[in-house]
């Protein structure tokens, strides 16, 4: 187990190489921050929901990127994933039997058939849209994937806040998106000029199901 | 009851009557607790079937859901779902639905539309028609449900999501619950198994009647309570189990099988009863025999002392109640045969002399064969009555006791000696001849010519013998004896020891008999009358007396003299009771005319016994003391046969009777045998002579030589001589003139009654004759 959590670790410090990226463009032109509490009616704050700013005029510029969602201990990490489209995603197998994964997505259909360690090639997000993610051997595996064409979004962390960085100066439209959103939540305008703006959004969401997973083991799989 | 009559049965039929009972009872209580028994049980086993059969559709439910889960989790079949391909989507649901026996499939939209379905390929969508169930679904993420389909037969339907990997569509699965579901349950539980649903039994593991007769039921067993019901004469308890909303699951227990044991337990326990009963049928028999037997016998040892045998003993057998009994009735045989013995002895046995009695004697008559030929004799003691009055009573029954023993010393073995009477002794012997009798005859009366010791006195007793033949003489005892006593009789008169009956006669015609009866009767009735006949003085021609004739005015044969019943009266011993009442009669008679001044002597007749019997001196002195009259006023006239018959103890009498004063008259003297020396010793006053030689005075000179001397003799003896049946002046005359003092006879005048020779005599004083 030490080991594993060891593994986990050294992968995090993917992430940070990425953002390193994005701020080096944001760095260019003016820019601002945007923070969102997310709650349910009730209050809550909502983990994982996808906040996306699409610029009302203009091109958003197109870097190429990679992301990656990794199946670790038979899960999807992360369970929400934001990219841009465009964006090729690995799906390294972490554990030590294979997976395979597939979408029926209209954004984005497609399988890795039963593979382990590191595919060969990236799977390319080339359409905007909601794309899940199964296993085909262990159903309980389920993860998102939300493609945008901006480079401008974030997802809420357990306390439910996301935060925007470096977004020049303009006129958005802020989407909000939860895998498990009960109904679809309006875009609302942004206007960004100032160093840093705060919103609080509201989305309902239903509980997520975590379906059991067979104990590794019981020797029974 | 006849099965009650004897004690055996009796025992036998209470103790089987009881166990039978208690059989009965048992048989019942088995009967009733396996009716108790046999409902738990099923009841139970009802439960745990109905347990099992709700285990096993929740299984079975879980098993489709599974099935089904498994189909929506196949990757291509998820595919072609997700990738909205229809025709492919049909394929794949039939392929699946024959892979895990589903005849229903569906896919339905999340939001319920129906958007393949295997039964209606090319149909558009519809809503799909079990709301609740995808309503369950949706809250459950799965359901399951019982429903009838549009084909009309009932389904277990599952809906299930299908997930990629969220949930994008719902597939349905529906199975026909038909009868090889039932039948399949059925095998699991051992209960019969069908499912009811609006419309009537969709499945059932039952033969088609039992089935249809199930129909027949159905809305009533529906209860989700355990209850009994039959089908086609069958036993049943059901019990429903919810099944979907709209139908159930019927289970039935057959108590067959359980009913079948206890079949056989009763069985077996009435074999175990019958065989039971069997055998305490002949054990309590036995018992009861082992008890009644020493009963029974008992009861015939009764009936045996009861029909007078006494000769078995009672067996004492066994040391209990029995035997005491047994033991009680042995000594009660012994005490009835000695008792009966005593009582046969004082029966039959004379108690004075140790001899057979008159009974004993009877009987042993009567024993004899019809033909045969047996001597009865009757035998009278000569003196005994002077004995016994001297000498007293315990003197004569000591004679009597040694005159019993004599005689018996002489009795043959084939012959009875008895005693009849005071000196009066009967003997039988068998076969006897007349010549054997008279032998046997002459030998008795020698042995009794021996004098009897007593005491050193030497007594004289003898005696008479009458002696009867059988059958020549009479059958039964009455007339044997009657005969023998009558020649007894004579040959007392004849003092010649022995007559033969066939020698004396007959005895009294049986209208004598009769008459002796009558006799009796006569003096209660006062038919007994006396005549009186005038004695007239010859000398001086005046009535001195009269003598009292005994009459007899009887109610139908008139007017009888004393000849035609004074014998018979003497034979039988009535003449006892006649002469004490005459003897009365003439005393009365005596002392009434001597107060109306009639003085006469009136004379009455004595005939042998009366003369023998010691009351007669006792009574003429009452008589002669109760109506106080002089001794001389009255008369008594004895027969020289009388005199003869015991002339000792007649002398006594004679003597005593002059002693008081009486008058004392020989009667019909002449005609016996009585000598003139007798005569003389006797204390008499009188000589009557013979009326024979009265009557042929003027015929036989030799007659009247005869009366004229005994007119001397007796006047030279110091006798008044009375002449009797003077019929004529001449004999009157003659006898007159012979010197008679006395006479009488029709010529003077006849017998007249008491009234009438008042009168006479009064007419005869006033007109006195020339």
């Not at chain 1, 993610?133 to 401008?152: F, K, R, S």
Request: hydrophobic residues 45%; contains cysteine.
């Amino acid at each position: 187990m030490a080991d594993r959590t060891s593994h986990q670790t050294g992968r995090l410090t993917l992430r940070p190489g990425l953002l390193a990226l994005v701020l080096a463009w944001a760095g260019v032109a003016d820019a601002a921050s945007l923070t969102v509490r997310v709650r349910t009616p009730a209050g809550a704050p909502v983990e994982d929901a996808a906040v996306v700013l699409d610029p009302v005029s203009g091109t958003p510029p197109q870097p190429r990127r990679r992301a990656t969602i990794e199946q670790r201990d038979r899960e999807f990490v992360p369970y929400l994933t934001i990219v841009q489209k465009g964006t090729s995603v690995d799906f390294p197998n972490r554990d030590p039997f294979k997976h395979h994964v597939y979408s029926f997505s209209p954004a984005k259909v497609f399988e890795i058939k039963l593979y382990a360690g590191q595919p060969a090639n990236p799977v390319v997000f080339d359409q905007t849209g909601a794309i899940a993610l199964g296993c085909n051997i262990h159903d309980w595996m389920e993860a998102y994937a939300l493609v945008v064409d901006t480079p401008w979004f974030a997802k809420t962390g357990a306390d439910g806040v996301a935060r925007i960085e470096r977004v020049p100066a303009g006129a958005y439209r802020l989407r909000l998106w939860h895998p498990r959103q009960k109904a679809p939540a309006a875009d609302t305008g942004v206007d960004l000029r100032a160093a840093s703006r705060h919103l609080d959004l509201q989305i309902d969401v239903a509980s997520r199901v975590v379906a059991p997973k067979p104990p590794l083991d019981a020797g029974r799989y | 009851m006849i099965l009650f009559r004897t004690l055996e049965r009796r025992i036998a039929v209470v103790f089987v009557g009881l166990l039978v009972f208690v059989m009965l009872l048992m048989l019942l209580i088995v009967a009733r607790s396996g009716e108790a028994i046999i409902a738990a049980e099923s009841q139970r086993q009802l439960a745990a079937g109905a347990r099992n059969v709700s285990n096993l559709l929740d299984r079975d439910r879980r098993q489709l859901e599974l099935a089904a889960s498994v189909l929506s989790g196949d990757f291509s079949f998820r595919e072609a779902i997700a990738t909205q391909d229809r025709a492919t989507v049909l394929s794949v649901l039939r392929n699946h639905g024959s892979r895990i026996g589903a005849r229903v499939m569906m896919v339905l939209s999340l939001n319920g539309e129906v958007i393949v379905d295997t039964q209606r390929p090319g149909k558009p969508g519809r809503p799909f028609p079990f709301a609740d169930l995808l309503r369950a679904a949706e809250k459950h993420g799965r359901s399951g449900g019982v429903a009838l389909m549009e084909d009309g037969l009932l389904y277990e339907i599952v809906v299930v999501p299908i997930m990629a990997p969220m949930r994008a569509a719902w597939v349905v699965m529906g199975f026909p619950v038909e009868d090889a579901w039932a039948a399949e349950v059925a095998r699991g539980t051992g209960l019969d198994v069908s499912v009811v649903a609006t419309g009537g039994v969709r499945a059932s593991s039952l033969t088609p009647t039992l089935r249809s007769a199930l129909e027949k039921l159905q809305s009533t067993v529906l209860g989700e309570l355990p209850q009994q019901l039959k089908l086609e004469g069958r036993n049943y308890y059901s019990v429903a189990l919810p099944f979907g909303a709209q139908a159930r699951v019927l289970l039935l227990y057959s108590l067959e099988h359980t009913e079948a044991v206890f079949r056989e337990l009763e069985h077996v326990l009435e074999i175990i009863a019958a065989s039971g009963i069997a055998l305490f049928v002949i054990g309590s028999f036995g018992l009861a025999r082992r008890i009644a037997g020493p009963v029974n016998a008992l009861a015939r040892a009764a009936q045996r002392i009861e029909a007078g045998d006494y000769s078995e003993a009672v067996a004492v057998t066994a040391p209990d109640e029995i035997g005491q009994l047994a033991a009680g009735f042995e000594s009660m045989r012994t005490g009835i045969a000695s008792r009966e013995h005593k009582i046969m002895r004082l029966a039959y046995e004379d108690t004075l002399t140790g001899l057979p009695n008159r009974t004993r004697l009877a009987e042993r008559l009567a024993a004899l064969d019809p033909e045969a030929v047996a001597m009865v004799a009757v035998l009278d003691l000569d003196r005994f009555a002077p004995i016994n009055d001297a000498l007293g009573h315990p003197v004569g029954d000591r004679v009597l006791q040694q005159v019993g023993a004599r005689l018996a010393g002489l009795m043959p073995s084939h012959g009875m000696l008895a005693r009849l009477w005071g000196d009066e002794f009967a003997l039988v012997v068998d076969g006897a001849d007349e010549s054997s009798a008279r032998a046997f005859a002459t030998r008795l009366l020698a042995a009794l010519h021996e004098p009897i010791e007593l005491d050193g006195q030497k007594l004289d007793v003898g005696g008479s013998l009458g002696i009867a033949f059988r059958p020549a003489d009479g059958r039964d005892m009455d007339a044997l004896l009657r005969r023998a006593e009558l020649a007894m009789y004579s040959a007392k008169r004849r003092q010649c020891g022995y007559a033969l009956a066939g020698e004396v006669g007959d005895g009294p015609p049986p209208e004598q008999l009769s008459m002796i009866g009558e006799m009796r009767k006569a003096l209660d009735r006062r038919e007994f009358v006396l005549h009186y006949q005038p004695k007239l003085a010859l000398a001086s021609n005046r009535i001195v007396g009269a003598e009292a004739l005994l009459r007899w005015q009887h109610p139908e044969r008139g007017l009888m003299p004393p000849g035609r019943f004074i014998p018979f009266a003497e034979q039988t011993g009535f003449i006892r009771e006649i002469t004490p009442w005459l003897l009365g009669e003439v005393a009365a008679q005596a002392a009434n005319w001597r107060e109306r001044g009639i003085s006469v002597v009136l004379a009455a007749n004595l005939s042998a016994r009366d003369l023998l019997n010691p009351g007669l001196v006792v009574l003429m002195r009452e008589l002669l003391a109760a109506h106080e009259l002089p001794p001389a006023a009255l008369s008594l006239e004895i027969t020289e046969s009388a005199l003869m018959e015991d002339p000792t103890l007649a002398l006594s009498h004679l003597a005593e009777l002059a002693a008081i004063g009486l008058k004392l008259s020989i009667d019909d003297y002449g005609a016996g045998q009585a000598s003139l020396s007798y005569v003389k010793s006797l204390p008499v006053h009188e000589l009557k002579i013979d009326q024979s030689f009265i009557g042929s005075l003027a015929t036989s000179p030799k007659d009247a030589a005869i009366v004229r001397s005994t007119i001397t003799l007796g006047h030279a003896l110091g006798l008044t001589v009375v002449a009797e049946g003077i019929e004529s002046e001449a004999d009157l005359d003659w006898l007159m003139a012979a010197g008679c003092d006395i006479g009488q006879g029709y010529f003077i005048a006849r017998p007249m009654t008491a009234a009438a020779f008042a009168d006479w005599i009064s007419a005869r004083t006033a007109v006195p004759a020339a």
